[in-house]
């Protein structure tokens, strides 16, 4: 049995499952290498729920943002 999926679900299934390795990416603490990015899911604090995050990590910080499109990161956490 096949699933018939519409462009837009498609699209999101197919964005989900790309990663960048080893590029560039501005962020707040200035010009860093992008080690990786894609999709995790992030527990919140309050709610108790997980929510899907894109999440860039760099050789200083790891960043989560909303979706891939975000400029601003909802929250980064420092990795010294």
Known sequence: MTTMLS?????????????MVLGRC???LGQETT??????KRQRSIM???????????TEALYFYKDQDETKPQ????LV
């Open 7 to 19: 462009p837009k679900n498609r699209q999101t299934r197919r964005a989900r499952s790309k990663s």
């Open 26 to 28: 501005s962020s707040p």
């Open 35 to 40: 080690l990786k990015a894609g999709w995790l």
């Open 48 to 58: 108790r729920n997980w929510q899907l995050r894109w999440f860039v990590l760099h």
């Open 75 to 78: 929250v980064y956490y420092t």
